[in-house]
């Protein structure tokens, strides 16, 4: 069956550096564009980043622009997450998906940026 496990998360410092990982299975992880989400504590799902089925083009939501780096390795059908610079407000569960979320979520990796 189609699964994906997140990991990676902790507690850092204010800029501070992290990398999150998605494991994939159960389906041809190299055919779908995938993405990271995040939520934070009484907020909606939000998109954070984006990468194509090959890798070669990448997407990020305004607020991590510069900070974060999606990559992927078909080869290990992993999802990857860089984010550094981090800051209070990227404090969320961080979700792994395929860009249209058709995939069954995940249970996330938390995240948590604080002194």
């Known amino acids: 069956q189609v699964q994906l496990v997140e990991s990676g998360g902790g507690l850092v410092q204010p800029g501070g550096s992290l990398r999150l990982s998605c494991v994939a299975s159960?389906?041809?992880?190299?055919?779908?564009?995938l993405s990271w989400y995040r939520q934070a504590p009484g907020k909606e799902r939000e998109l954070v980043a984006t990468?194509?089925?090959?890798?070669?083009?990448?997407n990020y939501v305004d607020s991590v622009k510069g900070r974060f780096t999606i990559s992927r390795s078909n080869a290990k059908n992993t999802l990857y997450l860089q984010m550094n610079s981090l800051k209070p407000e990227d404090t969320a569960v961080y979700y792994c998906n395929a860009f249209t979320r058709i995939l069954p979520w995940g249970q996330g990796t938390q995240v948590t940026v604080s002194s």
């Open positions: 159960g389906f041809t992880f190299s055919s779908y564009v």
């Open positions: 990468i194509g089925s090959t890798g070669g083009a990448t």
